[in-house]
């Protein structure tokens, strides 16, 4: 009896120790990945990560749930990612605005810098200006002589204050010398929404978020540095100077995350890059693909930081 009882004891003890080592040696992730994005439902992130969030789990083994937590022009949601265990289980979907050129405008309630590491660029997307199908203006130049015309009464809706909308529209009004009212929503979801409800003049949208309107929308410039549409001029064809409206969508980690897990992360964007499915999606929302993994964007991190400070200073004078 006594030696029945040993035995059994013994048998208790190895089990809790195989399952001790089993915990050890699990694979991350072990559990479902948490995607916060900072911004609304309905803009261009959103619609980004439906798709990739879909496919990746393939590579990593778990899923990856996407959490909208718009409010405060991305700060809701970038806090409570920075704020965040640096396990690998919450990772923040952002831009490059958000990133690194926020924190020349306002005082933040986090270090984007010290408190975030990339994951991965997975894209790039380019800004265009949209006006709702039924407004009377044909082409950008008839917008701006309106807004000359009629100083203060044209009016932007954007996705926050020093966000992806209200950036490029903030260097466009300031080259054309345009002087509109500005209007804050909660994403480029809800800016759309307003747009098309006639609560704005004109906003700026992706391309993914425009073609999802269809005949609703006139496309009137885009920016970057190649035509979006083939009928419509870019903003540098129109003369504007500034390198407006390019936007980086990126994934970013808490800083601390182990190396271990961030080399998983590497290796699963790397291999949705090739992905003929990830693709052939991305190109149903007329997105790219090109793809650059963290170690090497975060060199340029400290590049686009001083470019933004000089930015700011030239829109605010400040």
């Known amino acids: 009896m006594i030696i029945r009882k040993f ?3 013994l048998f208790a003890i190895g089990v809790g120790l195989l399952m001790i080592v089993g915990s050890a040696f699990a694979e991350y992730p072990e559990k479902p990945i948490t995607l916060v994005l900072p911004l609304g439902a309905g803009g261009s992130h959103d619609l980004n990560a439906r798709v990739f969030t879909s496919i990746i789990p393939e590579y990593l083994g778990n899923a990856v749930i996407v959490k909208l ?3 405060a022009s991305g700060q809701t949601g970038t806090a ?3 704020n965040a265990k640096p396990d690998g289980y919450t990772l923040l979907f952002t831009h490059n605005y958000f990133d690194q050129l926020q924190q020349h405008v306002t005082k933040l309630p986090y270090d984007t810098t010290r408190d975030f590491k990339t994951v991965a660029r997975i894209n790039y997307g380019v800004a265009s200006i949209v006006v709702r199908a039924d407004k009377p203006w044909k082409t950008l130049d008839e917008m701006v002589d309106y807004g000359k015309q009629n100083p203060g009464k044209l009016v932007f809706g954007h996705s926050g204050q020093w ?3 209200f950036v490029p529209a903030a260097q466009f009004l300031t080259e054309s010398g345009v002087k509109a009212k500005f209007v804050p929503y909660k994403g480029g979801g809800p800016a759309m929404k307003a747009l098309l409800a006639g609560d704005s003049d004109f906003t700026m949208a992706f391309t993914s978020v425009i073609k999802a309107q269809g005949s609703k929308l006139r496309v009137l410039a885009s920016g970057g540095n190649s035509r979006v549409f083939p009928d419509i001029p870019t903003l540098k064809e129109l003369g ?3 390198d407006i409206g390019r936007m980086y969508r990126l994934v970013m980690a808490p800083r601390g995350v ?4 961030m080399k998983t992360l590497y290796a699963a964007f790397e291999k949705l ?3 003929k499915t990830y693709k052939r999606m991305m190109g149903r929302l007329d997105e790219n693909t090109d793809l650059m993994l963290g170690p090497e964007y975060e060199m340029q991190r400290p590049t686009q930081s001083d470019e933004f400070k000089v930015m700011v200073k030239a829109i605010t004078g400040n």
């Open 80 to 82: 409570a990612v920075a």
């Open 240 to 242: 504007f100077k500034s």
């Open 7 to 9: 035995i059994q004891s």
């Open 258 to 261: 182990p190396e271990d897990r």
């Open 273 to 275: 890059n090739g992905n």
């Open 69 to 71: 937590m718009p409010g």
């Open 163 to 165: 966000g992806a909308i």
